[in-house]
């Protein structure tokens, strides 16, 4: 191993003078490896930061980085523990000693449906992805899942036919397929649980009302008036109404 | 009393549950179905390795038993409705408390989940019928008694086999038929009493259960019964759908035998309104 450093000593040339390093000299630094290479980072760092601070450019593996698209699933383990940990690399910190692999995706076929023509029952869901059947109870998948979801307890509910319960356990499912990765029954979840919430979107929750006022309004055309002054209205009335719409203010057009 | 559902009275013997469970209520059995529970395992419960498919039984008898410890219930008793999980659940707990080497690989792998005590008692239905409440408490309540009605009993396998869980003698059965004769009904005696549905073989070789439906069928209707009497739920589903294969239409109606005993109790509630027609229209021909 090289010589490990306990601190930050970068600094950076900024107009002449030298200047902390961005990260700011005298943090604490960490180890950790990716794909098999020792480096040190600072430590307070999400995983996907410090690859950037190490100089990766990042193509696969990365979207939102806030913990909604499920895009950079990572695998590691740790000195001394027997675990294999799986997480989203933008919500983690850098821990000393982590042996990190980055998941690019999670290979799975997604079974072909129209929904449509499919009837909000267990027996369909069963019908399209029999292995959901195979689940032996390990509860590997609740253990890795991000998003703190009762995977196991979910796959189990389609089984025996409740889909709306399963889809309202599912709902905070990103699909980062860590699940996936670690069952023995080879299911792929974050397919049977869109399936889930698809079906329960369109046959079971009730339907909202206020939406469905909207579309039509929409449908009349009540609102291209306002559309088409707004187009006309230019850039810098743009920025304003923008402004306060993030504010929540009431925008008039 | 706990009870563990077990997916297919959840899914497909909808009847079943709800006749049971009406029934144990009418005996003053209070059930309290488990708050969280898990198919029973039987996916790999008929495979030879031992820890791996304990591990899913398990998990139930262990939710099982810390809510029985939270609600103070001290008998411990589970109570399952569907032969196969009955199976499934107690092979489980006896490999647990007899093979040392399997409650070590269970414990280690199981470290997600508190300590198995080993002191669940899996209970199928008919055991709590003929033991907790008895017999003759059910005759006391007899109101519409079967009279003359023929029926062939269908125990299927996973309440007999293997010897060590078997709930009454495995070659000469006789628990349903004693409980049937109180209820007024006249068993016959057939090969297949004690026969295996094929169960989940249905998924693979469908034509062998087809085949082992229609045998079963004939042989009942040859007999002159007019139903067949069962307590598991996939002997009902493969004898249905076997027949409808075979004829076209089921010939030979499969009941549970709770919904007979909710029928001669003459509390028609516990019945799905098709299923009580159908017991009518037949009584009416005998
Ligand atoms: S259920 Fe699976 S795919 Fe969905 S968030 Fe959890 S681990 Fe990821
Ligand atoms: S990882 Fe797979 S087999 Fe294990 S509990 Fe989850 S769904 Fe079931
Ligand atoms: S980048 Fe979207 S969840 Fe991490």
């Known amino acids: 191993m090289p010589g490990t450093v306990e601190t930050i000593k970068d600094t950076k040339l900024v107009e002449g003078k030298a200047v902390e390093g961005v990260l700011g000299a005298g943090k604490k630094l960490v180890t950790i490896y990716v794909m098999g290479k020792w480096y040190q980072v600072p430590a307070g760092l999400t995983i996907t930061k410090a690859l950037e601070y190490l100089g990766y450019r990042l193509v696969r593996g990365v979207g939102c980085r806030a913990g909604f698209c499920g895009a950079c699933t990572t695998l590691w383990v740790k000195k001394n523990d027997y675990k294999l940990y799986s997480g989203l690399a933008c919500q983690t910190m850098v821990e000393d000693g982590m042996y990190l692999v980055q998941i690019p995706f999670v290979p799975a076929e997604k079974r072909i449906y129209n929904i449509e023509e499919l009837e909000p029952n267990g027996s369909v869901v069963l019908a399209l992805y029999p292995e959901v059947t195979r689940c032996i109870g390990c509860n590997a998948c609740t253990k890795v899942c991000p998003q703190e979801i009762q995977v196991m307890d979910t796959i189990q509910e389609i089984i025996r036919g409740n889909i709306a319960k399963a889809a309202r356990m599912a709902f905070d499912c990103i699909s980062c397929g860590s699940c996936s990765l670690r069952c023995p029954a080879e299911i792929k979840h974050f397919y049977v649980f869109q399936l889930v919430r698809r079906l329960y979107g369109k046959y079971i929750a009730p339907k909202a009302k206020h939406l469905e006022k909207r579309v039509k309004e929409i449908e009349e055309r009540k609102y291209d008036g306002a559309l088409d002054r707004l187009i006309r209205a230019g850039p810098d009335k743009w920025r304003e109404l923008a402004e306060k719409a993030q504010k929540d203010e009431e925008v008039e057009t | ?286």
């Open chain 2, 1 to 286: 009393m706990l009870y563990y559902p077990g997916c297919t009275v959840k899914a497909t013997a909808i009847e079943y549950e709800k006749s049971a469970l009406g029934i144990l209520k009418e005996f003053g059995i209070n059930v309290i179905e488990l708050e969280r529970w898990i198919c029973c395992g039987i996916y790999h419960g008929l495979t030879v390795d031992t820890a791996y498919q304990t591990v899913a039984p398990m998990r139930n008898l262990i939710w099982a038993q810390n809510q029985a410890e939270k609600l103070s219930i001290d008998n411990n008793y589970l109570l399952t409705l569907c032969s196969m999980c009955y199976n499934t659940l107690k092979s489980a707990h006896l490999r647990y408390i007899n093979d040392e080497n399997i409650a070590k690989r269970i414990k280690a792998f199981l470290n997600d989940e508190s300590l198995y005590k080993g002191n669940i008692k899996v209970i199928h239905f008919i055991q709590i019928l003929n033991e907790i409440i008895g017999y003759d408490k059910i005759k006391e309540k007899l109101v519409n008694p079967l009279k003359g009605l023929k029926v062939v009993p269908l125990y299927g396998c996973m309440l007999l086999r293997p010897n060590e869980i078997a709930i009454d003698n495995p070659e000469n059965p006789q628990i349903m038929q004693n409980l049937l004769h109180i209820l007024g009904a006249e068993t016959i005696n057939y090969p297949y009493v004690n026969q295996c549905c094929l169960s989940y073989l249905v998924t693979k070789r469908p034509y062998l259960v087809w085949k082992r439906a229609d045998d079963i069928t004939n042989s009942a209707l040859d007999k002159g019964a007019k139903l067949i009497v069962t307590t598991c739920p996939l002997c009902a589903y493969n004898l249905t759908e076997g027949q409808k294969k075979s004829f076209g239409s089921v010939k030979l109606p499969i009941f549970y035998e709770s919904e007979l005993i909710a029928y001669a109790i003459g509390k028609y509630e516990y019945l799905k309104k098709d299923r009580l027609n159908m017991l009518e229209n037949i009584l009416k021909g005998v």
